[in-house]
């Protein structure tokens, strides 16, 4: 960048940098779909765990390693918005990105792409820590602290 840079191009970059995806590869079962053949709407939902689990897996966050470190962590929040419908038999990509917060949360970002590279839908999840007694845990675990240091995002 060249000395002229505004403060929120650097944290633009900043944020560029520290970003973590995943990309998933699933097919639309025939389950999944409704009687005119298209995505029924809450399945979309299923897809967004589907990235999620996907993501563990490849950065090392597996809902194993949180339940092994003591914690759940439940969904306070779901968004989802649809563009085109996904059809039985298709094959479409994931990308979920996780979204760096300094809250104690886990927060993804999700865009669900056809074999076309049409964007068919976006959505967010928002997660939040409980410890083995339930309660809600308003500082980054340290386990998860660890992780997120160990991938650059602190």
Same mark, same amino acid.
């Given at each position: 960048?060249?000395?002229?840079?505004?403060?929120?191009?650097?944290?633009?970059?900043?944020?560029?940098?520290?970003?973590?995806?995943?990309?998933?590869?699933?097919?639309?079962?025939?389950?999944?779909?409704?009687?005119?053949?298209?995505?029924?709407?809450?399945?979309?939902?299923?897809?967004?765990?589907?990235?999620?689990?996907?993501?563990?897996? $490849? &950065?090392? @966050?597996?809902?194993?390693?949180?339940?092994?470190?003591?914690? %759940? !962590?439940?969904? +306070?929040? =779901?968004?989802? $918005? &649809?563009? @085109?419908?996904?059809?039985?038999?298709?094959?479409?990509?994931? %990308? !979920?990105?996780? +979204?760096? =917060?300094?809250?104690?949360?886990?927060?993804?970002?999700?865009?669900?792409?056809?074999?076309?590279?049409?964007?068919?839908?976006?959505?967010?999840?928002?997660?939040?820590?409980?410890?083995?007694?339930?309660?809600?845990?308003?500082?980054?675990?340290?386990?998860?602290?660890?992780?997120?240091?160990?991938?650059?995002?602190?």
């Amino acid at each position: 960048m060249n000395g002229n840079s505004t403060g929120s191009e650097l944290m633009n970059l900043k944020k560029e940098m520290n970003t973590l995806s995943c990309t998933e590869e699933v097919r639309v079962r025939f389950n999944e779909t409704d009687p005119l053949g298209i995505v029924w709407h809450g399945h979309y939902i299923v897809y967004f765990e589907d990235g999620r689990e996907a993501f563990g897996r $490849e &950065h090392g @966050l597996t809902y194993l390693d949180i339940q092994k470190a003591g914690y %759940v !962590t439940p969904i +306070v929040k =779901s968004t989802c $918005e &649809h563009f @085109l419908p996904l059809k039985y038999g298709e094959t479409f990509r994931i %990308v !979920t990105t996780f +979204v760096n =917060s300094v809250s104690a949360k886990l927060i993804y970002r999700y865009e669900l792409f056809n074999t076309e590279n049409q964007l068919v839908c976006t959505g967010e999840t928002i997660q939040v820590f409980l410890d083995a007694d339930g309660n809600l845990c308003l500082y980054n675990p340290e386990f998860f602290q660890a992780w997120k240091d160990r991938m650059g995002l602190s």
